[in-house]
Structure formats: C-alpha cells, structure tokens
C-alpha cells in the first residue's frame, strides 16, 4: 500500500523539490480536526496515483521552517510541487473529488 511519507526541516529539500514526479505535501497538525477528517482522502489518492505522483506529510508543529518558506498560515494546507515549485495551494477540507482535479491539473 502506497502511503503519505512523512518529511521534515532536514530531508524536504530532496524529496519534494529534487523528486521526478509531481508531489503532494499535506502541512498539518495532530490537533487539527480538519486534517484528520482530510487525512484519509490523501490515504487513498496515494494509492491511487501510486507511481505517478508522490505524497508527503509535514506536521508544521514539529517543522516551523519549512511551514515559514511556504507561509503556510491554515491548515491544513496542500501544496503540490512540480519541478521544485509549487503549481498549486489548497487550504482546507475539500471533498475527494476536487482533489483529484488538482492532482490531474499536475499530471498535465
């Protein structure tokens, strides 16, 4: 099964911006309501878009840098970095749908 990795401040770098694929990153929180009710809709887009794009997860409590490069003011927050940058921000809870119109956007 495909899952989320977990990233940090030390290995961001490399695996999102240095990564072949497009990349989802989900900056959240354990506290955050929201990003446990969007957690397993990102559970199962990464198994579904398993090899084509990669996900990762950045809890912002526990890595305040990288949340200060991209000012990450909500979450959570969904950037998806092409190339090394970010083509696309979504803040919030959305439905799986809407997700995936962002991701297919990427694949483009």
Same mark, same amino acid.
């Given at each position: 099964?495909?899952?989320?990795?977990?990233?940090?401040?030390?290995?961001?770098?490399?695996?999102?911006?240095?990564?072949?694929?497009?990349?989802?990153?989900?900056?959240?929180?354990?506290?955050?309501?929201?990003?446990?009710?969007?957690?397993?809709i990102?559970?199962?887009?990464?198994?579904? %878009?398993?090899?084509?794009i990669?996900?990762?997860?950045?809890?912002?409590?526990q890595?305040?840098?990288i949340?200060?490069? %991209?000012?990450?003011?909500?979450?959570?927050?969904?950037?998806?970095?092409?190339?090394?940058e970010?083509?696309?921000?979504?803040?919030?809870?959305?439905?799986?749908?809407?997700?995936?119109?962002?991701?297919d956007?990427?694949?483009?």
């Amino acid at each position: 099964m495909n899952k989320p990795i977990a990233i940090d401040d030390s290995n961001f770098d490399q695996i999102v911006l240095q990564a072949k694929t497009p990349v989802v990153v989900d900056f959240w929180a354990t506290w955050c309501a929201p990003c446990r009710m969007v957690a397993p809709i990102i559970d199962e887009l990464a198994e579904e %878009y398993s090899g084509r794009i990669s996900f990762a997860k950045v809890d912002v409590d526990q890595n305040s840098k990288i949340a200060t490069r %991209y000012s990450i003011m909500s979450i959570p927050t969904l950037l998806i970095f092409k190339k090394g940058e970010p083509i696309s921000h979504t803040v919030g809870y959305k439905p799986k749908e809407e997700l995936k119109r962002s991701l297919d956007a990427a694949l483009e």
